[in-house]
C-alpha cells in the first residue's frame, strides 16, 4: 500500500471517534465530518473546482452548444471559477454531501457548491489537505 494513502486514511480515520467501527457515510459521519472541518479549517478559503461540475458535463463531453455554456456559465457556478469558501453550509444532501457557501471573486456571486466537489487553491495549506481528505472520504467511504 502507497505511503501517502496510508498516512491520508490515518487522517480520515483520526476525524471519527475510536469506538466508531463503522466510519462510511451516513447522517451520523456527515454530522461528525462538518463538526471537524468547522473547527479546524481556517475561513475564508480560496477554492476552485476539483474537475468540471455536474451541469456542464452536457457542455463539455455532450452535445451541448459553446455559446450556450459560455452563457450559463454567467450565472452557474464553473469548476474554472476561483471561489472565496466563507462556511461549510447547513444543508447537505446524501448524494453530494455537505456543501460550501462560496463566493465567487470574479463577480461576487453566491453558491452553494458539493464540498466534495472543490479543493483549496494553495496546496501548501492545510486548509488543501482538509479538504482534499472530506473529498477522498466522501468519495471512497
Avoid: C
Amino acid at each position: 500500500m502507497d505511503k501517502d494513502f496510508e498516512k491520508q486514511e490515518k487522517r480520515i480515520e483520526s476525524v471519527f471517534p475510536k469506538d466508531l467501527d463503522d466510519i462510511s457515510k451516513r447522517t451520523e459521519t456527515i454530522e461528525i465530518y462538518k463538526t471537524y472541518l468547522e473547527s479546524n479549517l481556517t475561513f475564508p478559503i480560496t477554492l476552485t473546482g476539483i474537475e468540471d461540475f455536474d451541469w456542464e458535463e452536457f457542455y463539455i463531453f455532450g452535445p451541448g452548444d459553446d455559446n450556450e455554456y459560455k452563457e450559463l456559465k454567467k450565472s452557474r457556478p464553473s469548476y474554472h471559477d476561483t471561489f472565496n469558501m466563507i462556511r461549510v453550509d447547513n444543508y447537505y444532501d446524501d448524494d453530494y454531501g455537505l456543501f460550501a457557501k462560496v463566493t465567487r471573486i470574479s463577480d461576487k456571486k453566491r453558491f452553494q457548491i458539493p464540498l466534495a466537489d472543490l479543493k483549496a487553491i494553495d496546496e501548501k495549506s492545510n486548509n488543501y489537505q482538509i479538504l482534499d481528505d472530506y473529498s477522498v472520504w466522501f468519495v471512497n467511504y
